[in-house]
């Protein structure tokens, strides 16, 4: 989920966009997991459902950032391992915590998978669903890359057409019934992935429709195209909640297909979105140490925050609660600060982590242990 080898390579301005996607993710499990989309009425749940909507770009503006960057990097086999084995210590550490306070009861059949990179589990289901269609992805990325190399402008702008009419388009129309994605699925990154290599190798700056605009000019269009998304979004709540309880077949058609927008994120609305927000951040130019050092951490906060223990357990006890009906327009500024605080304690969580795992990395038995393996991998 972050590319880059070090601080002095890294762009300050998409590194800002990694950590308000992030917080539009923990914003988004704060509203799904307290089921306050189901126990709020009126206004207040229109608002949420609004935010629930716009807020969805946030898992494909991540794979389009690796596209961005990552089709012209080499693969890294540290950068894999070294993903799994944050997956593997927050995993280890939640299920050290929740069975010892007897929360959960696991057997040892689930410890076994516990200790294998599947992120699965017989008895409590997947955790980390993004890291495993991630992985993959990262997995492909050579020969997706290579692929990427030999294609000329033209073809690889015709096959991002074919891949958004059949992966995008017609699954959205006909509500996943002809070819199912949803964007949880490796399709659906690969897709991302190769969009966001186009406009990592076909700068927007040097297209024929912008490249005489201002930079300030061209802030402002994706900006008047991103209030432009909001407003659709509105129109299709509005429209869905006009239709609630119709008897007639294509209204509630028309209904399912708009339902379906607000939880895919293969839509191409979501995706047309994704990528207006990627470019808006493109026309940003500034650098920040705070800001780089900072988006380091949001692959953690999302281990962190978004462990199947933590939510299936946690939120009950936070300040929305998870049941009971809720009211007040004070329900849009807890949610803020609930997301908030879990971003900010998932910070300082991972921060701690990463420098437990730096401390063990530069001692002389993990060096060992480290440079003995991937001369294994390597070899192999």
Aim: hydrophobic content about 50%; charged content about 15%; glycine content about 4%.
């Amino acid at each position: 989920m972050k590319e880059g080898k070090n601080i002095k390579t890294r762009q300050s301005n998409f590194e800002l966009m990694r950590i308000i996607s992030m917080f539009m993710i923990v914003l988004w499990h704060c509203i799904s997991h307290s089921n306050i989309l189901l126990r709020t009425t009126g206004n207040i749940n229109f608002l949420l459902n609004l935010i629930f909507m716009f807020t969805a770009v946030h898992v494909n503006s991540f794979i389009l950032l690796s596209g961005y960057f990552g089709y012209k990097n080499e693969f890294n086999i540290k950068k894999l391992f070294a993903t799994i084995n944050s997956v593997w210590f927050y995993k280890a550490i939640y299920a050290l915590i929740f069975v010892g306070l007897g929360l959960v009861t696991m057997s040892y059949f689930d410890l076994f998978l516990f200790l294998t990179p599947l992120n699965y589990s017989y008895s409590f289901g997947t955790f980390y669903w993004f890291i495993n269609v991630y992985i993959v992805l990262y997995i492909l990325t050579p020969f997706i890359n290579k692929l990427i190399k030999h294609l000329s402008k033209e073809q690889f702008r015709k096959l991002l057409i074919l891949l958004i009419l059949f992966l995008s388009t017609i699954p959205f129309i006909t509500i996943n019934q002809v070819i199912n994605n949803d964007g949880y699925q490796v399709i659906s990154f690969i897709m991302l992935y190769l969009i966001g290599a186009y406009f990592g190798k076909y700068k927007i700056k040097d297209n024929y429709h912008f490249k005489n605009y201002s930079k300030n000019k061209c802030q402002l269009i994706f900006i008047i195209l991103l209030l432009f998304i909001l407003v659709v979004d509105f129109c299709m709540l509005t429209t869905s909640s006009y239709l609630e309880n119709n008897s007639s077949t294509f209204l509630c058609y028309i209904k399912s297909i708009i339902d379906f927008q607000k939880i895919s994120f293969s839509s191409p609305i979501i995706i047309f979105e994704s990528i207006i927000y990627l470019l808006l951040f493109e026309t940003l130019n500034f650098k920040s140490k705070f800001i780089n050092n900072v988006s380091k951490l949001m692959f953690g906060v999302y281990l962190v925050h978004e462990n199947l223990f933590v939510y299936n357990h946690i939120y009950k006890y936070l300040p929305l609660g998870t049941s009971g009906e809720l009211y007040g327009k004070s329900v849009i500024l807890i949610l803020f600060f609930m997301a908030i605080g879990i971003f900010i304690v998932s910070v300082i969580i991972e921060w701690f982590r990463q420098l437990l795992f730096k401390l063990i990395g530069k001692t002389k038995l993990a060096k060992n242990i480290s440079n003995k393996f991937y001369d294994y991998i390597k070899a192999f």
